[in-house]
């Protein structure tokens, strides 16, 4: 009897012993997989993170692109808005339309503005004097030496030369034809005076001087640097100035 009690006592023991041993194990392999999950959900969180990271970053990149594009696209807009400006500014300005004449002044004052002419007109009977004179075709010119002589047909060169020597335009009485201004000259005080100088407007004077392309051959120095009044009108053409 005592035999039989100590086997149940030892069975029960092994059976203990053996639930325990498979509790520890359940609680073993309980935990195990706890800290498994739990590192999964970590990883899955990280990874997660990450891939909102990596979005804002691509987001943030794709609006700074965008941003970056703008100012090239207004700018490229400008330029094309600025081309059809100019190919309509073109259309508008191109030959073909006609442009209102400027109205001729009939002030002396209008004719020291209007300035024309310029510098040698030739023809086919130019003489050697006026080919071998300076040609001064605007008021920025100036002799090369003293005594050189001159030439132009600039209404500003010659009005200045003849302000300098206090000379007025003029003609000659009696040359006129048809009423019309012909010989054309200066009454300078004290130089080539004569009762038959007879003096008119600037306006007819370049009129006239205009008319027949006449040129002014004259001197602004003596050799001796002294003022010189030398002056004389010659055609192109052959007819007398």
């Given at each position: 009897m005592k035999k039989a009690a100590a086997k149940r006592t030892t069975a029960a023991k092994k059976t203990t012993a053996a639930k325990r041993t498979t509790a520890a194990k359940k609680t073993a392999a309980a935990k195990k997989t706890t800290a498994a999950k739990r590192t999964t959900a970590a990883k899955r969180t990280t990874a997660a993170k990450k891939t909102t990271a990596a979005k804002k970053t691509t987001a943030a990149k794709?609006?700074?692109?965008?941003?970056?594009?703008?100012?090239?696209?207004?700018?490229?807009?400008?330029?094309?808005a600025a081309a059809t400006r100019r190919s309509v500014t073109a259309r508008k300005t191109a030959p073909g339309k006609k442009t209102a004449p400027a109205r001729k002044s009939t002030s002396r004052s209008g004719t020291a503005a209007k300035a024309t002419g310029g510098g040698l007109r030739t023809g086919r009977s130019t003489s050697r004097s006026a080919r071998s004179?300076?040609?001064?075709?605007s008021l920025a010119d100036r002799p090369e030496r003293p005594g050189r002589s001159l030439v132009t047909s600039n209404h500003e060169v010659i009005m200045r030369w003849a302000r300098e020597r206090g000379a007025?335009?003029?003609t000659i009485a009696g040359t006129e034809r048809a009423d019309r201004v012909s010989v054309l000259t200066f009454n300078i005080p004290g130089y080539r005076e004569s009762s038959r100088i007879r003096e008119i407007t600037w306006d007819d004077w370049f009129h006239t001087f205009d008319l027949r392309r006449l040129n002014l051959i004259y001197q602004e120095q003596m050799r001796?640097?002294?003022?010189?009044?030398?002056?004389?009108?010659?055609?192109p053409d052959r007819e007398d100035g």
């Open positions: 794709k609006t700074t692109a965008g941003k970056r594009a703008a100012p090239a696209r207004k700018t490229v807009a400008a330029t094309k004179s300076q040609v001064i075709s007025k335009p003029a001796d640097g002294r003022q010189s009044n030398f002056f004389r009108t010659e055609s």
